[in-house]
């Protein structure tokens, strides 16, 4: 773990700020259960993004408590206990005393003592702070504990009036990245760069969509990562018309063109990246015709990415070139103000620009200004350093009667990662090409 224990007590500190400012309490969330796969298997365990946001801590059946009032604040740890026989069997774990330690917490105790501990921290306090209504567990559980404190109601002791999500709060945190992050997220970026680059270089006629998605989990994996931030999109030919084809299982044919969605994961922070590119290095004229317009599309929508613009000022700048280039090619009729206004575009662009990005792959943060504008829909949100969204403008044009048979079953997206910063933008994807001539002379070479 690169990120110091001290970036996770910060982010402690701040959720404490919060709770103060609403009357002091207690805030719990969970790590996660391994989940099995199916008989004696169990799938990769990764932890819930908030918890990991606030801990670091990397094992299962853990919670973390925090304690915060005016002038008082604790941090406590439950997690799972040594056990000779279960770490023969299943590999290391930290136990209380270690974890505390290492973690930065001011106490830990085993996980199962969570529920009495949480029983009594929760006595006399004004708000209980729980991911709310994200499983029927964890609310049965909140309901155990608040049984616990009411019934000591006639001993004078009250339970706290008031629930508060707690991702509320911590989305807010998590949607500006820090130093840390970032860090980590250029990483992430990097390696995924290089599979996208090596995608390119053993793409041929012949190959399957899988053979290609081998080589970008190879270079994933080499470089540290645990595994993809999401389920790799392969596809060749007409199966890049559809969205989220997960199949890569298709043999590759000379003449089409190969998208990929791809991006590994690293220390819980995701990377995501598109790339469209010939099976067989060239492209032919309906394909860099299209293709031409989304990359303008892509360049033009990065270029909008800077402070003060708002969440959709991208997208708006994308969809507009987008159309342009679709009238232009005689795949829409009329002008472009009138597709806009109808949405006639919809047909072959039908997804927005852009999503957060962070330790999930469509990040926590809302897209638009919280609270009832006086009229109208609420503002778009305004950008600001520290955020970090995908730029994924895309064409897909299915085969149909009344199209141009060019053009049938092109599907293209190109699609980086960027982060605002103070001074516009920077790209943290730009290891990759995406220049059509740079694509050609990179699988040439």
Request: with cysteine; charged share 30%; aromatic share 8%.
């Amino acid at each position: 773990m690169t990120m110091p224990v001290s970036a996770f007590a910060a982010r402690r500190d701040a959720l404490a700020r919060t709770l103060v400012s609403e009357g002091g309490g207690v805030a719990v969330l969970f790590s996660g259960t391994e989940v099995m796969r199916n008989r004696d298997s169990d799938y990769p365990f990764r932890s819930d993004s908030y918890f990991h946001y606030l801990t670091g801590f990397p094992e299962p059946e853990a919670a973390m408590v925090l304690v915060a009032q005016a002038g008082e604040t604790r941090s406590l740890l439950f997690c799972r206990e040594k056990h000779e026989e279960r770490e023969i069997w299943d590999g290391y774990r930290f136990g209380p005393a270690a974890a505390a330690e290492r973690f930065g917490f001011d106490e830990a105790y085993p996980i199962g003592e969570l529920d009495e501990r949480v029983g009594g921290l929760l006595a006399d306090r004004q708000v209980l702070a729980v991911p709310m209504a994200r499983d029927d567990a964890t609310d049965a559980r909140v309901r155990e504990w608040l049984s616990r404190v009411r019934a000591q109601a006639r001993a004078g002791v009250t339970a706290p009036r008031r629930l508060l999500d707690i991702c509320a709060p911590l989305d807010e945190l998590r949607l500006v990245k820090d130093e840390h992050e970032l860090k980590v997220m250029r990483e992430a970026a990097q390696i995924s760069a290089q599979a996208h680059r090596q995608a390119m270089r053993s793409t041929r006629p012949g190959r399957y969509e899988y053979e290609i998605e081998a080589e970008l989990l190879h270079v994933f994996r080499h470089h540290g990562s645990p595994f993809p931030a999401y389920g790799s999109i392969v596809a060749g030919g007409a199966n890049a018309c559809v969205l989220h084809y997960r199949a890569n299982d298709q043999a590759l044919r000379d003449g089409d063109l190969l998208l990929i969605d791809a991006g590994c994961e690293l220390e819980n922070y995701a990377s995501d990246i598109t790339r469209t590119f010939p099976v067989n290095g060239r492209f032919s004229g309906p394909q860099r015709e299209l293709y031409d317009v989304v990359l303008a599309a892509n360049e033009a929508a990065i270029a909008a990415v800077r402070p003060g613009n708002d969440f959709d000022t991208p997208h708006q700048t994308a969809l507009r070139i987008l159309v342009q280039g679709l009238v232009d090619c005689g795949l829409l009729e009329g002008s472009v103000d009138g597709a806009l206004e109808s949405g006639a575009y919809r047909r072959f662009y039908m997804h927005r620009t852009s999503h957060w990005l962070g330790m999930d792959v469509h990040d926590c943060g809302d897209y638009r200004e919280r609270g009832a504008p006086a009229s109208g829909e609420p503002a778009w949100r305004v950008l600001r350093p520290g955020m970090v969204l995908t730029i994924e403008p895309g064409l897909y044009v299915r085969a149909a009667d009344d199209i141009d048979e060019r053009f049938h079953d092109i599907g293209i997206r190109v699609e980086d990662d960027v982060c605002v910063s103070a001074e516009g933008n920077e790209v943290l994807t730009g290891g990759v090409p995406k220049r059509a001539e740079e694509i050609e002379a990179l699988m040439r070479d």
